[in-house]
């Protein structure tokens, strides 16, 4: 079964640390780009950072800039999204996506052919 699978979520007070992973299943990930997208709700699905399918080149939006830290081990088939400085704002559901490019070139759901489940993230005191 080819998939990716999230975890490290959980809950965090302001100011908190959570490292994120996320895993391939059934597919070589150094075969893709990887996005990080985020789900709040009552609010559309963001996508906020990515790296390359080398792990050469990383992006991050400007809300989670110099707090988050994306990585990869394409040994271990496995993503990573190192999250410091936690804000409530940063509550969301978070989604690995994989584009099947060496860039991600944006943030467009229909880009991307193969999602997680989800982890949930809450960021509360």
């Known amino acids: 079964q080819l998939r990716l699978v999230e975890s490290g979520g959980g809950l965090v007070q302001p100011g908190g640390s959570l490292r994120l992973s996320c895993a391939a299943s059934g597919f070589t990930l150094a075969d893709y780009a990887i996005a990080w997208f985020r789900q709040a709700p009552g609010k559309e699905r963001e996508g906020f950072s990515c790296i390359s399918r080398t792990g050469g080149s990383a992006n991050y939006a400007d809300s989670v800039k110099g707090r988050f830290t994306i990585s990869r081990d394409n040994a271990k088939n496995t993503v990573y999204l190192q999250m410091n400085s936690l804000k409530p704002e940063d509550t969301a559901v978070y989604y690995c996506?994989?584009?099947?490019?060496?860039?991600?070139?944006?943030?467009?759901?229909?880009?991307?052919?193969?999602w997680g489940q989800g982890t949930q993230v809450t960021v509360s005191s």
């Open positions: 996506a994989a584009r099947f490019m060496d860039y991600c070139s944006g943030y467009a759901p229909s880009l991307y052919v193969k």
